[in-house]
């Protein structure tokens, strides 16, 4: 009896202790911004892809530059564009040079869509250098000019062209390049030439997670098509 006596008072004691003591707060997340370029939307439905593919629990706002004011309140910050010229934007370049000193503190991921992503193309240009392009090569200016902002993770990830909404100057540069290519431009004839690699955007999302975030790589993606 008096064994059932104490174990009573002892469950009373533990759940009066539960209910005193304050629970413990959640440990805080790392918080991300993820800054685009984009002007026909593939960066930035790439962009919004990204945040669904890290988490939404996970603390990453996405804008556009024109609403950057400030990176101070970030821990880290992803970097999308599109390609000008074998490059990222030129607005890129800007928000980087002007933001270099943080960011050269601070985790930086790039990425890029872009019309091709056979990283293993070499272009060969009369009195140029042959070099790679395509995909990830074309951070390779960007990182080069500001060696401070190292990235811990890059993609290139393709993109899409809907050639009927290319404005004048990007229509006649994707027919240039159609009538220079010696096997034929793969886009020609096509109203939408989609080169986006699904698995890139993923396996780009997870490194996000295990580098930057320190959580286990997702494996539950849900795809639609």
């Given at each position: 009896?008096?064994l ?8 009373v ?9 304050p629970?413990?707060a ?27 593919l ?10 556009p ?40 503190r ?5 990425f ?40 811990v ?21 994707t ?5 220079l ?13 989609e ?13 996000i997670?295990?580098?930057?975030l320190g ?11």
């Open positions: 009896m008096k059932k006596t104490r174990t009573f008072y002892i469950v004691l533990l759940m009066l202790a539960a209910l005193i003591t629970p413990a959640p440990a805080e997340g790392k918080k991300g911004l993820l800054v685009y370029s984009s002007i026909y939307g593939s960066t930035v439905e790439v962009a919004y892809w990204i945040k669904q890290i988490g939404p629990e996970n603390l990453l706002d996405v804008k530059l024109s609403q950057i004011i400030t990176i101070k309140p970030y821990d880290y910050v992803i970097i999308g564009s599109l390609i000008r010229n074998e490059k990222p934007a030129p607005e890129i370049y800007k928000f980087v040079e002007a933001n270099q000193d943080q960011l050269s601070k985790e930086v991921a790039y890029l869509t872009c019309g091709d992503n056979d990283e293993t193309q070499i272009l060969k240009t009369p009195g140029g250098t042959p070099h790679l392009i395509a995909g990830r090569n074309y951070l390779t200016d960007i990182m080069e000019k500001y060696p401070t902002v190292k990235p993770v890059i993609g290139g990830f393709g993109g899409r062209q809907v050639m009927p909404t290319l404005n004048t100057k990007d229509a006649l540069f027919w240039l390049l159609g009538k290519a010696k096997e034929g431009a793969p886009w020609q004839g096509l109203d939408i030439w080169s986006l690699m699904v698995e890139r955007v993923e396996v780009f999302a997870n490194q997670r295990s580098t930057i959580l286990p790589a997702r494996e539950d993606w849900v795809r639609v098509g």
